[in-house]
């Protein structure tokens, strides 16, 4: 499968603290995404990225930010952690072709306290 | 905007019984489907994708997926299931445009658990 990391892979913090979530891919692929998954609600996108520097919100933007200065690179920061961004963290990616799926890390388990 | 739903949450089957995982979904546009599985502690992993043509999909693992267009449904099916297919399942539709940046929406999931 494309070789995506997602680091680290616990983290336990208190409310209030900076975090920042790491993705590094291996594919050279333009599209990286990030998700929270959450029981009963399936993966929700919180923000992508098309390219070097270019980011997008997705639905669950609130509260997080997201850098991409480097192809192989995808950074998720939560400012001041709270407890509800308690969660699991996906990264993935695609390449730029049409019909191509994404391609899933195996995911940061992020806890607030 | 699109939106996937995913008819059980849970699905409890004995080991070698068939099973169908039901998904439908809403666009108002052309779409690509999506299967996934995601085994305990793990990321999510391809199982079969629907882009045209024929609309029965088949998938690693023995699974196969039915897309129809006129009830906009791509369920899963298996004839025979095993104690390892035990995982949970996740549907997912993204436009077919690149303007939309392929972003996927996921149903909720479908926890199967194959029974011995």
């Known amino acids: 499968d494309a070789g995506i990391t997602q680091s680290p892979r616990h983290k336990v913090t208190e409310t209030g603290t900076p975090v920042t979530l790491r993705c590094h891919q291996t594919?050279?692929?333009?599209?990286m995404y990030w998700y929270r998954q959450d029981p009963g609600h399936g993966l929700r996108l919180i923000h992508y990225?098309?390219?070097?520097?270019?980011?997008d919100k997705g639905e669950v933007s609130d509260g997080y930010s997201v850098s991409r200065s480097k192809t192989e690179d995808f950074l998720l920061t939560l400012e001041s952690a709270t407890s509800s961004q308690t969660s699991v963290y996906f990264c993935?990616?695609?390449?730029?072709?049409?019909?191509?799926?994404?391609?899933f890390g195996d995911g940061t388990r992020l806890s607030i306290l | 905007a699109q939106s996937v739903t995913q008819l059980d949450s849970q699905v409890p089957v004995f080991e070698e019984a068939p099973v169908e995982l039901r998904c439908n979904y809403s666009?108002?546009?052309?779409?690509?489907l999506f299967w996934y599985v995601q085994y305990p502690n793990q990321g999510l992993q391809l199982l079969l994708k629907?882009?045209?043509?024929?609309?029965l999909v088949k998938g690693i693992n023995g699974f196969e997926a039915e897309f129809n267009k006129s009830q906009t449904s791509f369920h899963l099916r298996k004839p025979s299931v095993h104690i390892s297919d035990t995982a949970e399942y996740f549907c997912?539709?993204?436009?077919?445009?690149?303007?939309?940046?392929?972003?996927?929406?996921f149903g909720k999931g479908t926890l199967l658990t194959v029974n011995p």
């Open positions: 629907y882009l045209s043509g024929s609309t």
């Open positions: 990225s098309y390219g070097v520097k270019d980011t």
């Open positions: 594919e050279n692929h333009r599209y």
């Open positions: 666009s108002s546009v052309s779409v690509y």
């Open positions: 997912a539709v993204s436009s077919n445009s690149g303007g939309s940046n392929y972003k996927l929406t």
């Open positions: 993935a990616s695609r390449t730029g072709n049409s019909g191509q799926p994404q391609h």
